[in-house]
């Protein structure tokens, strides 16, 4: 009898680093504050994806990782938040998004 794939756990683990892996990626590569901002968000629906797949897979309560995964949401609602707030204040200054122009930060 063969298992589906959506009933293995290194299924929903292989998505989640390959998530992790292209958040990294864009948080190295991307030169605008944007890019590392969305590669950010990759890395939360990382954490979330393997919260989610070890609390379905190995939790006898189904209802913790569902509230570790609300509070990821919370978490990267904030850091969006924070960061557009950030981005725009960095554009009214150096009317520039690229993280290489902003060379000087002043207080």
Same mark, same amino acid.
């Given at each position: ?16 680093a ?9 948080? #190295?590569?991307?030169?605008?504050? =944007? ?8 890395i ?14 190995? $939790?006898?309560?189904?209802?913790v990782?569902? =509230?570790?995964?609300?509070? =990821? ?13 950030? #981005? ?8 520039? #998004?690229? $993280?290489?122009?902003? $060379?000087?930060?002043?207080?």
């Amino acid at each position: 009898m063969m298992i589906a794939a959506h009933d293995q756990l290194a299924v929903y683990l292989g998505i989640a680093a390959f998530l992790l892996a292209a958040g990294i990626y864009g948080l #190295i590569r991307r030169r605008t504050f =944007i890019g590392m901002l969305i590669a950010g968000e990759l890395i939360f629906s990382a954490a979330a994806l393997n919260v989610m797949a070890l609390n379905r897979f190995t $939790s006898p309560d189904p209802s913790v990782g569902q =509230i570790f995964v609300l509070f =990821i949401m919370g978490l990267a609602a904030a850091e969006v938040a924070i960061g557009l707030s950030i #981005i725009i204040a960095v554009y009214r200054n150096y009317r520039s #998004i690229h $993280s290489k122009e902003v $060379s000087e930060l002043e207080g």
